[in-house]
């Protein structure tokens, strides 16, 4: 660090064609930016303290090349978001140059993408970004928050390095060495490690565009916490406009459920990892508020948040617990359209079950096993699970869904993954333990898997079965042609009475509520609700749910379906509704209700020995 240090000076890049940056750099910085410099690699230059409408310039000195023509790529979706992107819309005055700064003709591609003539003098190219948080534009999807991108001067940046940087078709292997000039005030985060040169400058490396696009950074005023769980370093990272800390906030439920998936794993698989959240304070100024995204999206040694920031600590173990155990899979254990992703024209891989159903499920079973919740609590969880499973297409098998998963049919039944896989792994792993009496369940399985591939030894992707019938048994094998690969729906009583649990599909019963019900239909994505019996919220037939309690209703939020779902008689709730065209604020008191039941799963009073011991080894490892 010293030495580094000393060769600090004041030097003016100047590139011709674009104007000039002035910056305190390391004289090796000054040799970075030169483009004869390094032509094995790509060199990147990312200027935050000039935003320009929520943009910011990047500049890129490139690899040499010996074709007449290249194509800058920018993702058209990346590894963990399972749709559509098309990053290459936030670029903007796309330019590229030769060495002696000489413009090179530009034109874009079929697919959009940008396409170099004269590219054996190729020496750089230097663009625009705009962020995505902010996005108004509805010709396309809107992107996933997690993986997108903020940029808002001198306050915070959240740099999905999708959104901000490309590479050579073709070339996507090469290292790259990124530079950042940061307002002096703001601290990066990352699970990469940053090099800070100066206070206004940052610089960071990583071996391919895999392993950069896999290493999100947040630039914010800092406000950071860590702690060390089993061997693991654990770093929480926020980017907030509130004037107090929201990382220490989070620090006691992450080391929770950290110390939970420790004991579920007996050891963990990664020596550290980096919680990053962007705590968003409710204003439509910098993010479109037509679906605001909240969850994360996970990489091999962090996740990123779209949260809220108020009340921060609510809900997010839901959440975290299972970013966290992608450490497993697909970080350990993954398939060659997985390892050798294409960022331009992607091949998505037939196993979703389980690099997300089976993540969800390890999610549920290592709070259980650390008793963080009870049976009961799990009970509960798998009813909910099986409801929304319901609406899954029947005639629908999760690897056809996988495969074919970016389609827009399946984009709209996309969150079901969440709620049948976990049904899925479950049933397979009673199986698992059923052969093995007890000894062996899934979790062993994809530790015996993990040990032969790892994170460096890709599976193919049609052979999975054949490698899980090695490892196990035909009926296993067997198990996943029939529930997996074709569309036959888990009997759900049938495996659950294995474990000493009973399964009613429907019953009326009397609890505490506020005298609604769900009516979806099909691939709807709208929540839609209506009154059954007492209606002490004033719902009308048709509603759509918005909110509850002030927070955006998302299936996916577990804590928020507690309010509505699990009341106590006289609980007071305020859901919004949309009605006529119209935000409605509904408010009322749990009073006991009649209701329809659906799925519910109880211990069976009669359960045997056998499969008691069974459900004890299922949650317990025991």
């Known amino acids: 660090m010293n030495i580094m240090r000393s060769i600090l000076t004041i030097v003016v890049v100047t590139f011709v064609g674009i104007g000039s940056i002035a910056a305190q750099?390391?004289?090796?910085?000054?040799?970075?930016?030169?483009?004869?410099?390094?032509?094995?690699?790509?060199?990147?230059?990312?200027?935050?303290?000039?935003?320009?409408?929520?943009?910011?310039?990047?500049?890129?000195?490139?690899?040499?090349?010996r074709a007449d023509s290249a194509v800058m790529v920018f993702p058209a979706t990346i590894p963990g978001t399972y749709?559509?992107?098309?990053?290459?819309?936030?670029?903007?005055?796309?330019?590229?140059?030769?060495?002696?700064?000489?413009?090179?003709?530009?034109?874009?591609?079929?697919?959009?993408?940008?396409?170099?003539?004269?590219?054996?003098?190729?020496?750089?190219?230097?663009?625009?970004?705009?962020?995505?948080?902010?996005?108004?534009?509805?010709?396309?999807?809107?992107?996933?928050?997690?993986?997108?991108?903020?940029?808002?001067?001198?306050?915070?940046?959240?740099?999905?390095?999708?959104?901000?940087?490309?590479?050579?078709?073709?070339?996507?292997?090469?290292?790259?060495?990124?530079?950042?000039?940061?307002?002096?005030?703001?601290?990066?985060?990352?699970?990469?490690?940053?090099?800070?040169?100066?206070?206004?400058?940052?610089?960071?490396?990583?071996?391919s565009y895999d392993a950069l696009v896999d290493n999100p950074i947040i630039y914010a005023v800092a406000d950071t916490a860590?702690?060390?769980?089993?061997?693991?370093?654990?770093?929480?990272?926020?980017?907030?406009?509130?004037?107090?800390?929201?990382?220490?906030?989070?620090?006691?439920?992450?080391?929770?459920?950290?110390?939970?998936?420790?004991?579920?794993?007996?050891?963990?698989?990664?020596?550290?990892?980096?919680?990053?959240?962007?705590?968003?304070?409710?204003?439509?100024?910098?993010?479109?508020?037509?679906?605001?995204?909240?969850?994360?999206?996970?990489?091999?040694?962090?996740?990123?948040?779209?949260?809220?920031?108020?009340?921060?600590?609510?809900g997010v173990a839901d959440v975290a617990t299972h970013e966290f155990l992608h450490i497993l899979e697909p970080l350990n254990l993954h398939s060659e359209e997985i390892a050798n992703f294409d960022f331009r024209a992607p091949k998505m891989s037939k196993h979703l079950w389980l690099y997300e159903g089976v993540t969800e499920y390890f999610s549920d079973m290592a709070r259980i096993h650390d008793s963080a919740i009870s049976e009961v609590d799990l009970q509960r969880m798998l009813s909910r699970k099986l409801f929304a499973a319901a609406y899954f297409p029947p005639a629908l098998s999760l690897t056809d869904f996988s495969k074919n998963v970016m389609t827009d049919a399946n984009q709209q039944v996309y969150p079901l993954i969440y709620e049948y896989g976990p049904i899925v792994a479950l049933a397979l792993d009673i199986q698992l333990r059923e052969e093995s009496k007890g000894e062996r369940g899934l979790l062993d399985l994809i530790r015996s898997l993990s040990a032969v591939y790892g994170p460096d030894k890709p599976f193919k992707d049609d052979e999975l079965w054949k490698i899980i019938e090695k490892a196990t048994s035909p009926s296993i094998a067997a198990f996943c042609d029939r529930y997996i690969e074709h569309a036959e729906r888990i009997p759900v009583g049938e495996v659950l009475k294995k474990i000493g649990w009973n399964y009613t599909a429907k019953k009326m019963v009397s609890v505490p509520g506020y005298g609604i019900e769900f009516r979806m239909h099909g691939t709807d994505p709208r929540m839609l609700i209506g009154p059954v019996g007492e209606n002490p919220l004033g719902v009308q037939a048709g509603d759509e749910l918005k909110k509850i309690n002030g927070r955006t209703a998302s299936m996916n939020d577990e804590s928020l379906w507690t309010n509505i779902m699990r009341p106590s008689v006289g609980d007071e709730l305020t859901i919004t509704v949309l009605r006529n065209g119209q935000e409605v604020d509904l408010t009322g008191k749990a009073v006991m209700v009649s209701r329809e039941q659906r799925h519910v799963i109880e211990d069976d009073p009669k359960a045997t020995p056998q499969q008691v011991a069974l459900r004890r080894a299922l949650l317990y490892g025991s």
């Not at 320009?52 to 890129?60: A, I, K, L, P, W």
């Open 226 to 314: 860590s702690f060390t769980v089993a061997g693991t370093r654990i770093m929480i990272a926020c980017a907030n406009v509130t004037d107090h800390s929201i990382a220490q906030q989070l620090v006691e439920p992450i080391k929770r459920i950290a110390t939970s998936i420790a004991s579920f794993l007996g050891t963990m698989p990664v020596d550290r990892y980096a919680f990053l959240f962007y705590c968003w304070d409710g204003s439509t100024k910098n993010v479109d508020v037509r679906s605001p995204a909240f969850g994360a999206l996970e990489h091999n040694y962090s996740s990123l948040y779209f949260w809220h920031a108020k009340n921060a600590a609510q």
């Open 83 to 207: 749709e559509p992107q098309s990053w290459w819309r936030y670029i903007s005055e796309f330019k590229a140059w030769d060495s002696s700064g000489a413009p090179l003709p530009v034109h874009r591609s079929a697919d959009h993408q940008f396409v170099i003539s004269g590219a054996k003098k190729l020496a750089r190219v230097d663009y625009m970004v705009d962020d995505s948080f902010d996005d108004h534009d509805t010709t396309f999807p809107q992107i996933f928050h997690p993986a997108g991108t903020s940029i808002q001067a001198d306050s915070i940046f959240v740099m999905n390095q999708c959104g901000f940087i490309g590479y050579l078709d073709g070339m996507s292997k090469l290292i790259y060495q990124v530079t950042v000039i940061k307002p002096p005030h703001l601290y990066g985060a990352s699970a990469l490690q940053i090099k800070s040169y100066s206070d206004t400058l940052d610089m960071y490396s990583a071996s």
């Open 25 to 65: 750099q390391p004289a090796t910085i000054k040799n970075d930016l030169n483009p004869s410099y390094q032509r094995s690699m790509y060199r990147v230059l990312i200027d935050l303290r000039h935003v320009d409408n929520d943009r910011v310039h990047v500049h890129m000195n490139l690899p040499a090349l």
